[in-house]
């Protein structure tokens, strides 16, 4: 899906989820719900259209283009929750190449074809969609190869494509504190702007990104509960465990950080980042972290292979550090200027080797990772001149 601000996301319609709120423009499907279905789908069809022209304009629902993003930023506060704009794919190139130019107005044509290219290789290879109810599947999405957009096609569309000047810079600046990630990372670089914006996001993703290793050391080991060898051993159990009697291991003081009420919504291992779900990390005590951190590094050992994890080569090192550096910020609920700092410099260096935890971590349903990717390239090749065409005019 291509991001455009706040939780609103730009998508062809061959994915159309009836438990989005959502806008539909579509000359197959930019048509009303189903009276049948109107009582059994709990989500709004906030406005569809056949195409552009049956929607905005004179004496149409939005008169013109700049009303229609106003009422798509009322939506995305009211709701509170994903709003996605289906369209079909002459819909859907009119719309990247309209947002692109008002929105990035030093874009050169092959800059925002990249742009609109890789979001739509990214859902072609990982059939990237997310549902209110079903958070975390990835349907594979075959028809997205029928969907590839040449340069030839997209230049043509973008070239013909009018922004008047000076209309949209309102709403630009209003929307700028939620508007993509990668925008406001060139930007950064390249001026040293929005960085109190950056700083809230990273904030963020560090979160994310460390909640992701406590879930999946916590998956780990109640995976290999009974293994030989199992990281549950190396955790001094005070009791043993069989197929009888695997529910008393969260009665066990060896195992509390995994199951202490306090840190933990649910006993379980959470599925999805929910307020009920969410790891407890500001309520960890000192001697709490420590146990944390001996009992990641029992995973880690493990995954990969590690004979020491107290002698480790001098990456490895980095990498542990890292990560456990990002976890004091988490805890500590603040974002200074130093962690800023430290968080570029660890993209830059790049001593993490896991691309999981990039920025803390990166969602793929929220970010355009080969743009990301492209960023940092450039920057640690002192290339930041390739980067203007992504910078924010405001």
Not at 99 to 116: E, H, Q, R, S
Not at 215 to 230: D, G, I, P, T, V
Request: include cysteine.
């Amino acid at each position: 899906m291509f991001h455009l601000f706040k939780r609103v996301y730009l998508d062809l319609d061959d994915s159309i989820d009836l438990n989005v709120n959502r806008y539909v423009i579509s000359q197959e499907n930019g048509v009303d719900l189903l009276h049948d279905l109107a009582g059994v789908v709990h989500s709004d069809l906030i406005a569809f259209a056949r195409n552009l022209d049956e929607l905005i304009g004179p004496d149409k629902k939005y008169a013109n283009f700049l009303l229609f993003l106003n009422d798509v930023n009322r939506k995305a506060d009211s709701y509170n929750s994903r709003i996605v704009i289906y369209c079909d794919r002459d819909t859907y190139l009119k719309l990247t190449s309209k947002w692109i130019k008002i929105i990035l107005p030093n874009a050169t044509p092959d800059d925002a074809y990249g742009l609109v290219s890789s979001s739509m290789f990214m859902t072609r290879m990982f059939g990237i969609t997310q549902s209110v109810n079903n958070s975390f599947t990835r349907p594979y999405r075959q028809t997205q190869i029928e969907h590839y957009v040449s340069p030839q096609e997209f230049h043509a569309q973008y070239n013909s494509t009018v922004v008047e000047t000076g209309v949209y810079d309102g709403f630009v600046s209003l929307i700028t504190p939620t508007i993509s990630f990668e925008y406001l990372l060139a930007s950064y670089f390249v001026n040293g702007t929005h960085k109190d914006i950056i700083k809230n996001i990273l904030k963020t993703t560090l979160k994310f990104g460390a909640q992701q290793y406590v879930y999946e050391a916590k998956a780990f080991m109640l995976r290999q509960l009974l293994s030989n060898n199992s990281m549950a051993e190396e955790c001094t159990p005070t009791g043993s465990y069989d197929l009888g009697n695997l529910d008393t291991i969260a009665l066990d003081p060896a195992f509390d950080i995994w199951f202490d009420s306090t840190l933990w919504g649910v006993q379980g291992v959470p599925v999805a980042h929910t307020s009920y779900s969410e790891f407890q990390f500001e309520k960890l005590t000192a001697s709490q972290f420590q146990k944390l951190k001996s009992h990641l590094e029992f995973h880690w050992k493990r995954l990969w292979l590690f004979d020491d994890i107290e002698n480790l080569g001098p990456r490895a090192t980095i990498w542990k550090n890292d990560i456990f550096r990002m976890f004091d910020i988490v805890i500590s609920n603040q974002f200074t200027d130093s962690d800023l700092d430290f968080v570029i410099q660890t993209q830059l260096s790049g001593p993490i080797a896991d691309p999981a935890c990039q920025f803390g971590g990166i969602d793929l349903t929220k970010f355009n990772m080969p743009l990301i990717n492209y960023i940092t390239r450039c920057v640690v090749k002192d290339e930041k001149n390739k980067l203007n065409g992504f910078v924010l005019p405001i």
